[in-house]
């Protein structure tokens, strides 16, 4: 079997569109989860990759981060090659898993997966999602036109999270990504910053992945993201984390435990994150 790359994205377009005169800055808690999550595969033996643009690998050097991942590789588009940001505000992970052969895992830098299960199939996400209206709206709200399937048989197909995503087939991964960026591109703008984004990452992957007959797992049970010792996702305790202070700091110093307890060769990453 080929190594296993482990990638990790971060496209700093969202940011300047967003919050044009402030500096490209991760919060303190996102420092802590992506850089145990880089160590934690390293410590695997797994090489690690992350993906960024011109402006992103900037940062990660200007902080001293770099050394985290085996590769810190400037390859992602600053323009996202005109790609709206806003509504896309994810599109860099697309352009990263483009980037990549298979067997790939791509990791958000806000997941830790401290062990990894026996990953069997084509595609392996984090979890399915239910079909929420307010999240997953009516297919024929987005406008595809395709010749080869309706969209529309498959609106009880669960989308797949992705925050954890594994995939083994290297030709359904370019015929997931091309469909994903193409439909970004063809977007027409609007202030929906929420269901085009998830449905070109998350609802179409799931459905491509049934058109297509593949081999689909995931490595978390539904209602049970929180509570699983073999992964970390603040996923929804982000929000939380930047509006109460101390939820922060009490997060960061478990991360700072779990870092000179487990793996103490890497704890100047402390200091670096610290003194930011």
């Known amino acids: 079997m080929n190594e296993l790359n482990v990638i990790y994205s971060l496209s700093t377009a969202p940011h300047a569109v967003t919050k044009p005169n402030a500096p490209v800055a991760l919060d303190k808690f996102e420092l802590y989860t992506a850089a145990l999550s880089a160590i934690t595969r390293r410590s695997a033996g797994n090489k690690t990759l992350m993906y960024c643009d011109s402006c992103g690998a900037e940062y990660f050097e200007r902080i001293g981060l770099c050394d985290l991942w085996d590769e810190v590789k400037p390859t992602l588009p600053d323009d996202l090659e005109g790609i709206n940001p806003k509504m ?24 830790i997966a401290w062990s990894l299960p026996e990953l069997k199939g084509d595609v392996v996400a984090a979890h399915r999602e239910d079909i929420l209206p307010h999240i997953y709206p009516e297919l024929d ?136």
């Not at 994810?90 to 898993?97: D, H, I, S, W």
Request: charge should be neutral.
């Open 88 to 111: 896309f505000w994810a599109a860099g992970k697309l352009f990263a898993l483009k980037s990549t052969s298979c067997p790939v895992l791509m990791l958000d830098t806000d997941f």
């Open 141 to 276: 709200r987005f406008k595809i036109k395709r010749d080869d399937f309706d969209l529309r048989l498959y609106s009880h197909v669960q989308p797949l999270n992705t925050a954890f995503l594994y995939m083994n087939n290297a030709e359904f991964k370019r015929y997931y990504v091309d469909f994903a960026i193409e439909f970004m591109k063809t977007s027409e703008d609007c202030d929906d910053y929420l269901t085009h984004m998830v449905f070109a990452e998350q609802r179409l992957l799931a459905i491509l992945a049934e058109t297509r007959g593949m081999e689909v797992g995931t490595v978390i049970e539904w209602g049970q993201q929180l509570n699983q010792g073999r992964y970390t996702h603040t996923w929804g305790a982000k929000q939380r984390m930047r509006e109460i202070p101390s939820e922060c700091e009490r997060f960061c110093e478990k991360c700072r435990v779990r870092i000179r307890r487990d793996f103490p060769e890497w704890g100047y990453i402390i200091e670096l994150i610290e003194r930011l």
